[in-house]
């Protein structure tokens, strides 16, 4: 059994699961709802191809962008990573993306 004196030099973080469970969460929502927003706006757009996804890639860059700055550069206290900040949920919501988009741009464009 590992006494204090063996930790005395070492400077450990303790994290708590459940907020960091929250606030994977809270980036999840973001994700999503950037999903159906910029899904809808590629739709009504027009965009079609290559120009969609990458018009997702923007946008999901400049969320990360935005989500980084909300934590003041302090992503450390909030996540276990800088990575689960910025790239949580990215990929997983490209299929709600793909769905809101295809979605809107059929019913704009093709009826």
């Not at 303790?14 to 706006?41: H, K, M």
């Not at 969609?52 to 909300?70: E, Q, R």
């Amino acid at each position: 059994m590992a006494d204090a004196e063996d930790f005395a030099g070492l400077d450990l973080e303790t994290y708590s699961p459940f907020a960091i469970r929250n606030n994977l969460g809270v980036v999840d929502y973001c994700r999503a709802f950037l999903a159906v927003v910029s899904g809808s706006a590629a739709g009504i757009l027009g965009l079609t191809g290559l120009n969609g996804f990458v018009f997702y890639i923007l946008v999901s860059f400049l969320m990360s962008v935005l989500l980084g700055l909300k934590t003041q550069s302090k992503s450390e206290r909030y996540f276990v990573s800088k990575w689960h900040l910025l790239t949580n949920g990215v990929f997983g919501e490209l299929f709600t993306y793909l769905l809101v988009w295809t979605f809107m741009y059929g019913m704009i464009h093709v009826f």
